[in-house]
Nanobody, 111 residues
Framework: VQLVESGGGLVQPGGSLRLSCEVSGFTLDYYAIGWFRQASGKEREGVSCINRINGSTYYTDSVKGRFTISRDNAKNTVYLQMDSLKLEDTAVYYC?????WGQGTQVTVSS
């Protein structure tokens, strides 16, 4: 099982980024996938997840209306579209399936 994040970078406040989580070693259709983030000196927190059965989604309050999670099972990829980024969104972002984690991708929001 592998999860590989990409798409992080440096962006100004109000900007956008799209993170990708490409998975391998399992069939994406069968699993819920989550995005987490960890800012420097803080605990890792859940950001969003997408369920396997009906594609229902969850967002933590601080990102509702700004972030959108989606999945493309044919491409074995889960996306996190992040709009209207704020300074406090700066963190390493990880995708997750149960006990499996990716290596993370750094998102830095700075003017």
């Amino acid at each position: 099982v592998q999860l590989v994040e990409s798409g992080g970078g440096l962006v100004q406040p109000g900007g956008s980024l799209r993170l990708s989580c490409e998975v391998s070693g399992f069939t994406l259709d069968y699993y819920a996938i989550g995005w987490f983030r960890q800012a420097s000196g803080k605990e890792r927190e859940g950001v969003s997840c997408i369920n396997r059965i009906n594609g229902s989604t969850y967002y933590t309050d601080s990102v509702k209306g700004r972030f959108t999670i989606s999945r493309d099972n044919a491409k074995n990829t889960v996306y996190l579209q992040m709009d209207s980024l704020k300074l406090e969104d700066t963190a390493v972002y990880y995708c997750n399936r149960g006990s499996y984690w990716g290596q993370g991708t750094q998102v830095t929001v700075s003017s």
